[in-house]
């Protein structure tokens, strides 16, 4: 606390430099004139007709009523005058003035008005002015650090402590025990990480089982994974399983403009933590204030010193009081070694993307709060769904609820739900674009080419609907394979029919069209992202072998692979790249060349339906057409 006076008193003295400075430049470039107020000197009556007599005065100024004189000399001072009592009922008085040729003025001057017009614009206006410019900075100060209290508080340390305010406060959200509203049993998909954090819940409800064993409960647990799969909520979970308060905040609120500022905040969170304690303090999107400090030179910037005083109050705070620390982050490679010691956060707990399983629990609780129309098949939308984290589940829900509002119905139906996942996965449909009818054509022919294709694949997940009306992310658009079981391994094989399957609109475009279009783009993009994981990463290349060439960055994020090969290495990479994706290219042309036929039957019709659902694509392929010419034998 003795440094955050300090800090005070130093920002008080900064600010009185500064006002000082800009007084004097306005008393130098704005006041100078009412500096110049005009200074009378008294003098005799005797004195003032000896200067008519020679000539000497340039003007007079004669005060009705109380026979003053104000007269200036000819080339005096511009802001000297001088005053004389005249003698009553001097007639010649007026004569002397003219004769000696000086100007006479009958006025009244208010000199007690005119100096109080000085002080007020030299003193009090500055003050005036200086006053507001300090409320106003003080304000956004505050505001900008997150404090919300009173503008100036001059009874905490003077000015400097208004000015401080509660720049030094969390600001952390504070949920106390009855109001977290949120239990094990509103977090679905996630059994694994409830299972790590019903022990957190244990402890904190029976603190003395551990004590009397001597355990020693983890003082942090860190919950990572992808953007959306609960982890916020999961903490949520343990406060209110536990019936303790609820402290969150994100890491970004410790990021100041000010040098200490962060570190207070610290400092403040876990003081008012220890004094509600048993509690949780929840920091979420750590990342932004524990990356991982500079190898080089210390820099001492405020991001590290907050990230210091982190890692002090979490080894100095009395874990027996039951005080745990739960954070969340999905960049947990960037994070601080120390702030991963055990001692700090010992647990590292995985929120993953849930499975099957886990998508349909999901569904069904959200769903919970949905009127729907029976019968609802969410095991489909499960299916349906790989790769999609519960917040994705939870929109797709509500996007269903919102499709039957949008017609005018009082309850959601399956068809509702399953026109959400591809508006969640494509986006909605975009009615403004107008294909022409070669274009028309030419995407039915690219979706029925990626159909065909994946048709033929033996373990290939099959086509549950195709349909060319275009949508807001931009597909034209697609081709819908849902497998009927999870995988969680791939074949090489596999992954071959898969590059294969990439591969077929492109093919479909050149065999009919005998051209390219731009159509395939993000085709290739899929193509050369898997066939270089292949090589790179699963070990499945014949030239390279079991050989890792590349290293996945921001697991939980994107997915990026940067290469760890030397430059001719990385040269022979994208040769054997390009040789399989031209393999998968000409395998997909062989086998629509034998679906020949087929291929401008299904295209016709999805040209006219736009829309057609994988029973109906498998149907037409298996049937028989009397005028499909025989396939040619080996």
Known sequence: MEMDDHKRRRNMILYVLIALVVYLVLNTLLFPNMAQQVQINDVSYSQFIDDLEEKKVESVQYTDGDYSALYTLKGGEDNVAYQCTVMP???????????????????????????????????????????????????RMKKAMGDDGPSMNFGSGGFGGGMGGGLGKSGARIVASKDVGVTFKDVAGQEEAKESLKEVVDFLENPKRYEDIGARLPRGALLVGPPGTGKTLLAKAVAGEAGVPFFSIS?????????????????????????????????????????????????????EQTLNQLLTEMDGFDNHKGIVVLAATNRPDSLDPALLRPGRFDRRIPVELPDLAGRKSILELHAKDVKVQPPIDLSAIARATPGASGADLANIINEGALRAVRQGRNRATQEDFEESVEVVIAG???????LSDHEKQVVSYHEIGHAIVAANMKEGAPVTKITIVPRTSGALGY???????????????????????????????????????????????????????????????EEFGMMALGTVQNAYLNQDTSLTCAPGTAERVDEDVRKLIDAAHTRAMQILK??????????????KKETITGDEFMTLLKRENPLMPPKPTA
């Open 89 to 139: 009922n001097d007639s010649g008085l007026t004569d002397r003035i003219v004769d000696a040729g000086a100007t006479l003025e009958v006025i009244i001057p208010n000199n007690d008005s005119s100096i109080w017009t000085y002080y007020l614009m030299t003193l009090v206006l500055p003050l005036l002015i200086f006053a507001f410019i300090g409320w106003w900075l003080n304000r």
């Open 251 to 303: 890491g970004s609120e410790f990021v100041e403009m000010f040098v200490g500022r962060g570190a207070a905040k610290v400092r403040d969170l876990f003081k008012q933590a220890n004094e509600k304690a048993p509690c949780i303090v929840f920091i979420d999107e750590i990342d932004a204030v524990g990356k991982r400090r500079d190898q080089g030179l210390s820099t001492n910037d405020e991001r």
């Open 428 to 434: 909605q449909q975009r009615k403004s674009t107008v």
């Open 479 to 541: 081709t819908m394979q849902v497998e009927e079981d999870e995988k969680f391994l791939t074949t090489r094989q596999e992954a071959l029919d898969k590059l294969a399957v990439y591969c077929g609109g492109r093919a479909a475009e050149e065999l009919i069209f005998g051209e390219m279009t731009t159509g395939a783009a993000n085709d290739i993009e899929q193509a050369t992202k898997l066939a270089r994981n292949m090589i790179t990463r699963f070990g499945m290349s």
């Open 594 to 607: 034998e679906n020949k036929f087929k291929l401008h039957e299904l295209a016709r019709y999805l040209y």
